[in-house]
């Protein structure tokens, strides 16, 4: 995420780096990522992730992350979100005039 075009910096409680602090200390400072193999990425943790995207900082909604997978997961959420955008301002195509009634 850029922050140079984000408000998202200015979300988050002023305990972050607490909070932060706190749940990377709980998750052993390890990547929680678990690959669709069963496999867990051994990576080290460096960034604390929103599991359900908001503003919802409580403990069980957080969860640590390396930069790499933090970045795949924001990068899917985006290109949800952008699909979304896109599907709500495509226009309603009209129906075939021989499926009319």
């Not at 930069?67 to 924001?74: E, F, N």
Request: net charge positive.
């Amino acid at each position: 995420m850029s922050w140079t075009t984000s408000n998202r910096r200015d979300r988050l409680p002023a305990d972050w780096p607490r909070i932060r602090k706190r749940i990377l200390r709980r998750d052993g400072g390890r990547c929680t990522t678990v690959f669709s193999t069963g496999r867990r990425c051994t990576a080290r943790a460096t960034d604390v992730d929103h599991i359900v995207p908001g503003d919802d900082h409580t403990d069980d909604n957080l969860r640590s992350l390396c930069g790499w997978c933090h970045k795949a997961k924001s990068s899917s959420e985006g290109g949800t979100a952008a699909g979304l955008r896109a599907a709500r301002q495509t226009r309603p195509t009209a129906p075939h005039p021989a499926l009319e009634d």
